[in-house]
């Protein structure tokens, strides 16, 4: 079985803190991993992607993949209220690309 | 940016009648899917396709599910007899040498 696990969440952390989310995949062939935010009733939209070990950043965001241990993780820095969404990680193989449940996050003034 | 295209945004129908969703996907991209996202709930693998033929599916793409690619701009999931249960938002996407992205979902309504 194919699955893509994201811890459960909700995540509620102060403007300008540290968002972390995470997210562990089962697929050892995996090989392209993605995080999209969601709003209720709207597209995912993709943040980041992510296909060899090690960090890649983006402005306030930083994606970590680690294939030996099957995990990849998501960094906020500067966390801002207007980045309160679900936070979607997906990963997969070209043609089988799955999703996690969603992480919450909320971020407080 | 090139965009992956969905109509119709609504979708109501009566349980056992046929709908055929539509998407434009990107087009230089060569992989094409369809997921699934019941309100309030994760986004479901369904299906991939790619060079014309069912790539991948998931179990929840059973007989009742169907996708095509009748020229070379559309492509669409058709379901035979819908259910209650098929109610959901139903996202097209594709991928190419750009990341997979998304449509902007039909939300099929069955009643």
């Known amino acids: 079985q194919k699955e893509v696990e994201q811890n459960s969440g909700p995540l509620s952390v102060p403007e300008g803190a540290i968002a972390s989310l995470n997210c562990t995949y089962s697929d050892r062939g995996s090989q392209s991993f993605f995080w999209y935010r969601q709003y209720s009733g709207k597209s995912p939209e993709l943040i980041m992607f992510?296909?060899?070990?090690g960090d890649k950043e983006d402005g306030r965001f930083t994606a970590q993949l680690n294939k030996a241990s099957q995990y990849v993780s998501l960094l906020i820095r500067d966390s801002q209220p207007s980045d309160s969404a679900t936070y979607l990680c997906?990963?997969?193989?070209?043609?089988?690309?799955?999703f996690g449940a969603g992480t919450r996050l909320t971020v407080k003034p | 940016e090139p965009e992956v295209t969905q109509t119709p945004s609504h979708q109501v129908t009566q349980m056992g009648q046929e709908v055929i969703l539509r998407c434009v996907p990107i087009s230089n991209h060569l992989y094409f899917y369809w997921y699934r996202q019941i309100l309030g709930q994760k986004v479901e693998f369904l299906v991939s396709f790619y060079n014309n033929e069912i790539s991948e599916k998931s179990e929840i793409f059973d007989d009742q599910f169907s996708v095509e690619r009748p020229d070379g701009s559309n492509f669409t999931l058709k379901i035979r007899s819908t259910k209650l249960e098929d109610s959901a938002m139903y996202f097209c996407?594709?991928?190419?040498?750009?990341?997979?992205?998304f449509g902007n979902g039909t939300r099929l309504t069955v009643t």
């Open positions: 992510i296909y060899s070990n």
């Open positions: 996407a594709s991928i190419g040498e750009s990341p997979l992205h």
């Open positions: 997906a990963g997969g193989r070209r043609d089988d690309m799955r």
